[in-house]
């Protein structure tokens, strides 16, 4: 028979089927929501850029890089804390699959959200231009290039600057996939499936 503390926990939505909400660290939530507003405000840049007018394209780009540098930094924060910090255990509810593709989908985020910065920092290094072109994160802190790369013979740096470039614009591609998944996942959970994640996300 149910109880009526039961029925109330079933007619409010209570989260986790009567599990407690663990929620992440006010750190990690702190980064996360930092990591998450630099990446989709670079998304918005990146796409953008070819449509502006000539004179704002530099400073749109400067921008960019200067956020995609920070995001590398908050990423290794994030992952510093992490492995410092046990995160909170998925709901008991979750199918074993659902587990997995969500360690999948993480370790996955955390490569891309390492890979397309760096990508990004060696394409700039390999720029013809780079030695002529200083550059600064906000136009407040100047910023190295990678000096192996800059240092490159022209012709070779040139073909490098290419194919950096390439890979950085693959890496974005599926990390706009990844992230699809991941919020839509999130979605799912939280107006379908009445399991949030979510709210262990939010203080």
Do not use: C
Not at 11 to 37: C, D, K, N, V
Not at 44 to 71: N, Q
Not at 135 to 156: C, D, K, Q, S
């Amino acid at each position: 028979m149910t109880t009526p503390a039961e029925l109330t926990q079933h007619q409010t939505g209570s989260p986790h089927h009567g599990e407690p909400l663990i929620r992440y660290s006010r750190t990690a939530m702190i980064l996360h929501w930092l990591i998450a507003a630099g990446i989709l405000g670079n998304v918005a840049l990146g796409l953008s850029a070819d449509s502006l007018p000539d004179d704002w394209i530099r400073p749109v780009i400067d921008t960019h890089k200067s956020i995609g540098i920070t995001v590398l930094g908050l990423v290794l924060l994030r992952i510093l804390w992490r492995v410092a910090h046990r995160p909170p255990p998925l709901p008991r509810a979750f199918p074993a699959w659902e587990r997995a593709s969500a360690d999948a989908a993480h370790l996955l985020l955390y490569v891309l959200m390492i890979g397309l910065p760096l990508s990004g920092w060696l394409h700039d290094s390999a720029w013809k231009d780079a030695a002529t072109h200083p550059m600064t994160l906000f136009h407040l802190v100047p910023w190295p290039r990678i000096g192996f790369v800059m240092n490159l013979e022209p012709a070779y740096k040139e073909h490098m600057h290419d194919v950096l470039g390439a890979v950085h614009t693959w890496f974005g591609y599926v990390l706009y996939a990844v992230l699809a998944l991941h919020i839509g996942g999130a979605l799912k959970h939280e107006l379908i499936d009445r399991e949030s994640v979510l709210r262990r996300m939010l203080p």
